[in-house]
């Protein structure tokens, strides 16, 4: 915008306030704040989740014949049709620039509530800093399952957490073993962040309670320059599954590496993160046909869920990509959250959190596979099923649990 | 682990090392001859990366045959960088070290802020070429093609910068330039030139790594990061200004990398790195092959 632009714009404002005779009628704007990371390693997640910040603000802000919370009419009727508006802050995938951040938007920028932020070691100060200034954070896309027991009152969670995706993996597992597939031994490859930290430490409990062998657990250090040492102590293990933990960056060279290695794991079960990220695919997906990653969405649900076709339509047109795990649950995340405030009918936190308490929209009314939204004591949504997809010629199909699958597993990917 | 489990952790570490050097040589190389440390190092071996991604993009040739223009671009874009930011940096009346740090590192910034404005932060990668994915099975011990041309170049890259400083008339110039940049010009060498050039050839030197690890590892505007971090610690290993140490340090460094983290956890290999530095700086504080 340069000079002559702000003087127009100016100029415009106050003949607009003139006319309107600075009606106090006007409903005011409700600002959310979200924390992503808009530069460095995973900045393309913080792009992304702004596409599908907006796709839910054109939910939220004008009348759509869908059935979501606040699609009917434009704005928050509870606030007498006020507009919704994002203000998108930059953490850097570094924990203390995100409580730094959360500490302006709430201080300055005066947001009502916060949601966030990929990454699970920066929604860990993120939420210490909303419950410090009695602001709600809905973690939109952490999985870490630390989280929602930090015995905080502000925090929310309507997804599914690590331990939630990693029982379903290994229900997974319990059904291939009844029908008499050989699964002994597991590999566990985890980054050595709070992700993949807690990842892997679900996975190995339930694999002790369920008499998995994990012949290796590799703790590797995150955007590594080189995995080979790594990928040749999971080629010696050669166990039956290797289940990665990774982010995208990660997630291609560990791929990459197998592949120069001449590793082919008999079967690879992921913990979502990188390995439900397009790049990913397009990178290096035709070296990993038949992987399965646990996910909280699948595209294929519009057969069962009208509206998830129409929501990935307005993503696509503003993203040119398909609604991916990430994606949904950050526009589910921000419509609930706006459901909240406009059940609250007032931006004090306190009202907010009491209402998001309240919440209990059916799963019908979500894009997700959810059987419904409604918030423990400890903010967890316990009723936010995932589901097992595998990535079969070009595209995933959901294959587990039985009720949202389409097709049978293939199982084991390289037989 | 069995004999081969080990070989292969000892060619992959020589592999890596033999990139890792090849970094770390342009950045030896431009400290050596006027002690400016360029911090914008690591986004130069992105630039590359993105410059070998998009000529493939564009014009469908293979990686292996877009090198040398990546390479000829960098030259420019180090002679391009000299001339018109660090002259200027190095014109500084006061604290012209900080002034040098505080220019490279902003350029480094600037560079990636661009980069992700224009290219967007998405991971691309380089889908087909004559080597993606093809791999050298030695007696079990697996040496993939994109890696072993890495190497390959790595060591011609020395042999020649070899012949180019010790035998040709622009190498003496940058030897008498860098042990006296005012007495040169009485000789009628121009400082700025040779300057120039130095920084083109460094630049081009992580060109060359730049377009060959665009083959094998993932591109986005933050991918040079670790191994600039890796170069400066090469670079300091190996003994500043000193090239060949950075040969050296760079091997090193490679193989530390791969058996700590085989004997470590993996997560920690970084402290085997770091470890190694340590104990040669207290041993030889000038590094391995420092002359200063």
Same mark, same amino acid.
């Given at each position: 915008m340069n000079r002559r632009e702000i003087i127009l714009g100016g100029a415009s404002a106050?003949?607009?306030?003139?006319?309107?005779?600075?009606?106090?009628?006007?409903?005011?704007?409700?600002?959310?704040?979200?924390?992503?990371?808009?530069?460095?390693?995973?900045?393309?997640?913080?792009?992304?989740?702004?596409?599908?910040?907006?796709?839910?603000?054109d939910i939220i802000n004008n009348a759509h014949d869908i059935d979501l919370p606040l699609a009917k009419n434009a704005g928050l009727a509870g606030l007498g049709g006020a507009k919704v508006r994002?203000?998108?802050?930059?953490?850097?995938?570094?924990?203390?620039?995100?409580?730094?951040?959360?500490?302006?938007?709430?201080?300055?920028?005066?947001?009502?509530?916060?949601?966030?932020?990929?990454q699970s070691a920066v929604a860990v100060t993120i939420s210490q800093t909303a419950e410090r200034y009695q602001v709600p954070f809905l973690s939109a896309d952490n999985s870490s399952p630390s989280l929602h027991r930090q015995g905080l009152k502000f925090y929310f969670r309507a997804a599914a957490h690590d331990e939630m995706f990693s029982k379903a993996m290994f229900d997974f597992f319990d059904g291939l073993r009844q029908k008499g597939h050989k699964i002994e031994t597991l590999a566990l490859f985890h980054e050595d962040t709070i992700f993949g930290t807690d990842s892997a430490n679900a996975q190995q409990k339930l694999a002790d309670e369920r008499g998995y062998k994990i012949v290796t657990n590799i703790k590797y250090r995150a955007n590594s320059p080189s995995l080979t040492a790594e990928v040749q102590q999971l080629k010696t293990a050669d166990a039956d599954v290797l289940m990665p933990s990774?982010?995208?960056?990660?997630?291609?060279?560990?791929?990459?590496?197998m592949g120069e290695l001449g590793y082919r794991p008999k079967a690879m079960v992921a913990q979502d993160a990188g390995f439900s990220e397009k790049a990913l695919y397009d990178a290096v997906g035709d070296k990993i046909e038949g992987v399965i990653s646990r996910a909280s969405f699948s595209l294929d649900l519009a057969?069962?869920?009208?509206?998830?076709?129409?929501?990935?339509?307005?993503?696509?047109?503003?993203?040119?990509?398909?609604?991916n795990?990430?994606?949904?649950?950050?526009?589910?995340?921000?419509?609930?959250?706006?459901?909240?405030?406009?059940?609250?009918?007032?931006?004090?936190?306190?009202?907010?959190?009491?209402?998001?308490?309240?919440?209990?929209?059916?799963?019908?009314?979500?894009?997700?596979?959810?059987?419904?939204?409604?918030?423990?004591?400890?903010?967890?949504?316990?009723?936010?099923?995932?589901?097992?997809?595998q990535w079969t010629g070009g595209k995933f199909v959901t294959i587990f649990p039985q009720s949202a699958a389409i097709a049978e597993a293939k199982w084991p990917m390289n037989a | 682990m069995t004999l081969q489990g080990l070989a292969q952790i000892l060619a992959s570490g020589l592999l890596m090392g033999?990139?890792?050097?090849?970094?770390?040589?342009?950045?030896?190389?431009?400290?050596?001859?006027?002690?400016?440390?360029?911090?914008?190092?690591?986004?130069?071996?992105?630039?590359?990366?993105?410059?070998?991604?998009?000529?493939?993009?564009?014009?469908?040739?293979?990686?292996v045959l877009a090198a040398p223009l990546v390479v000829g671009a960098m030259f420019v874009l180090g002679a391009f960088v000299y001339l018109a930011v660090i002259r200027h940096a190095m014109r500084a009346k006061a604290n012209i070290g900080m002034v040098q740090v505080f220019a490279t590192f902003g350029l480094g910034i600037t560079i990636r802020g661009l980069a992700q404005h224009l290219f967007t932060p998405d991971y691309r990668s380089i889908q087909t070429s004559w080597l993606s994915g093809r791999t050298l099975d030695v007696a079990g $011990?697996? +040496?993939?093609?994109?890696?072993?041309?890495g &190497? *390959? %170049?790595?060591?011609?890259?020395? =042999?020649? !910068?070899?012949?180019?400083?010790?035998?040709?008339?622009?190498?003496?110039?940058?030897?008498?330039?860098?042990?006296?940049?005012?007495?040169?010009?009485?000789?009628?060498?121009?400082?700025?030139?040779?300057?120039?050039?130095?920084?083109?050839?460094?630049?081009?030197?992580?060109?060359?790594?730049?377009?060959?690890?665009?083959?094998?590892?993932?591109?986005?505007?933050?991918?040079?990061?670790?191994?600039?971090?890796?170069?400066?610690?090469? $670079?300091? +290993?190996?003994?500043?200004?000193?090239?060949? &140490? *950075? %040969?050296?340090?760079?091997?090193? =460094?490679? !193989?530390?990398?791969?058996?700590?983290?085989?004997?470590?956890?993996?997560?920690?290999?970084?402290?085997?790195?770091?470890?190694?530095?340590?104990?040669?700086?207290?041993?030889?504080?000038?590094?391995?092959?420092?002359?200063?």
């Open positions: 106050v003949a607009v306030l003139g006319a309107t005779g600075l009606s106090a009628q006007q409903p005011a704007e409700v600002l959310i704040g979200a924390v992503y990371q808009m530069s460095g390693a995973s900045a393309q997640v913080g792009v992304d989740a702004q596409h599908a910040f907006d796709t839910a603000l994002v203000i998108v802050a930059d953490h850097q995938g570094d924990p203390q620039k995100g409580r730094a951040e959360a500490e302006r938007l709430i201080t300055r920028e005066k947001v009502a509530a916060l949601i966030g932020s990929y990774s982010y995208t960056t990660d997630g291609i060279l560990l791929v990459k590496t057969a069962k869920r009208p509206s998830v076709g129409k929501i990935n339509e307005m993503f696509k047109a503003r993203s040119g990509k398909d609604l795990d990430l994606t949904s649950r950050e526009f589910m995340g921000l419509l609930i959250l706006a459901d909240g405030i406009d059940r609250a009918k007032s931006t004090d936190g306190e009202k907010i959190r009491e209402a998001l308490t309240a919440t209990d929209i059916p799963g019908e009314r979500t894009i997700m596979p959810w059987k419904r939204v409604k918030f423990g004591p400890d903010g967890q949504n316990l009723d936010a099923d995932p589901v097992l997809l | 033999l990139i890792y050097a090849l970094i770390a040589a342009g950045l030896s190389l431009i400290f050596g001859l006027m002690d400016v440390v360029n911090f914008a190092h690591g986004e130069f071996l992105m630039l590359a990366m993105y410059a070998t991604f998009g000529i493939v993009a564009a014009t469908a040739l293979d990686p $011990v697996f +040496l993939p093609l994109p890696q072993l041309l &190497g *390959a %170049l790595s060591c011609l890259s020395f =042999v020649a !910068l070899y012949f180019v400083i010790r035998r040709t008339d622009f190498g003496r110039a940058l030897e008498a330039t860098r042990e006296d940049a005012g007495a040169v010009a009485l000789v009628g060498i121009d400082k700025n030139r040779v300057f120039a050039l130095g920084w083109g050839l460094g630049a081009a030197l992580v060109g060359i790594a730049g377009s060959v690890m665009a083959i094998f590892y993932y591109i986005h505007p933050d991918v040079g990061a670790p191994f600039a971090l890796i170069a400066y610690v090469t $670079v300091a +290993l190996g003994g500043f200004g000193s090239i060949f &140490g *950075a %040969l050296a340090a760079g091997l090193l =460094v490679g !193989l530390v990398e791969a058996v700590s983290a085989t004997i470590l956890e993996p997560s920690m290999k970084a402290i085997g790195i770091y470890a190694v530095y340590l104990v040669v700086v207290f041993m030889r504080p000038r590094g391995l092959f420092g002359n200063l």
